[in-house]
């Protein structure tokens, strides 16, 4: 059986782009050997709050599950949980290069413009690899902001391997047919973000369906009236990537439908498609996040099953690269 593995921050609101990017498309190919992770050692490597952070490890666990993951199926835990991260992320610290994390372009933009840039943010794309790496991973489904790190993890791993002897699977990334890469709905150049940035652009899972259709109806869209994707309408190609995303239907598709047909009738539906897909998350997240100490049950035995995959993984890498056992 193939093995998956996949993770996401708890920093910001969980938005429309991690729903259809990642969440849904967990969710419908979660398979019994598969793990998602809620990797809260990644958000501090940037200054943050320590009660937020807490609350919105809870959060995003719930939205997950709202998504359809179901901890009966795959492996859903709480990265900190599982210290043989940490561990292996130490150990592969010694196997990457700093010029290899000095070429990371999220590096580059994350620490832009910062006094006091973190060693850990610096040294994040390790610890990713050693997510990945500790589960035998086979696959990692991702976006396209992620190629870099992913094929950093791929060298970290044939690297190790060739030093020590054959002990990770080398992982290959997966990318969904549409959804990939939602962008902001005002500031049509950047990918919709969980920062605060462009509170307008974004779609937020936690939004109700009144705010959602107000956000769509005032996206940017572009000169002309046609509804169709091309590299000089980057606003109507977003809203059909999102409509597409929601409904199912190819873009061609809906190109075909709309011809002929103004911005008006065109963003009413993407607004309706998106709220009748967001509809049965959002109530499932709220009946969820009511219960928080159930949520956290559910991560707690989630973590002792990755711990047993993981233990196993660092026994072997410390006989291999010769720590006393």
Known sequence: ???????????????????????????????????YCVVDLHAITVPYDTQTLRAQTVDLAAWLLAAGLDPDVCTLFVQSHVREHTELAWILNCVATTGELSRMVQFKEKSKGQESVSVGLFDYPVLQAADILLYHADEVPIGDD??????????????????????????????????????????????MSKSETSPQGTIDLADDADATTRKIMRAVTDSGSEVRAAPDKPGVTNLLDLLAAASGA?????????????YGTFKRDV??????????????????????????????????????????????????VGLLR
């Open 1 to 35: 059986m193939v093995r998956a593995f996949s993770g996401i921050q708890p920093s910001g609101t969980p938005h429309l782009g991690n729903y259809l990017g990642a969440f849904r498309r967990w969710a419908d190919q979660q398979q019994a050997d598969d793990l």
């Open 146 to 191: 992620q190629r870099q790190h992913l094929e950093l993890s791929r060298d970290i791993a044939q690297r190790f391997n060739h030093r020590f002897g054959e002990t990770f699977t080398v992982p290959r990334p997966t990318f969904p047919p549409v959804g990939a890469r939602i962008m902001d709905l005002q500031l049509v150049d950047n990918k």
């Open 250 to 262: 190819s873009v061609d598709e809906l190109e075909r439908r709309y011809e002929g047909q103004g």
């Open 271 to 320: 607004a309706d498609a998106v709220n009748d897909a967001l509809r049965p998350v959002r109530a499932r997240h709220a009946e969820l996040i009511a219960d928080p100490a159930a949520l956290i049950g559910l991560l707690y035995k989630g973590a002792d099953r990755a711990r047993e995959m993981a233990s196993a993984t660092m026994d072997t890498v410390r006989e291999r």
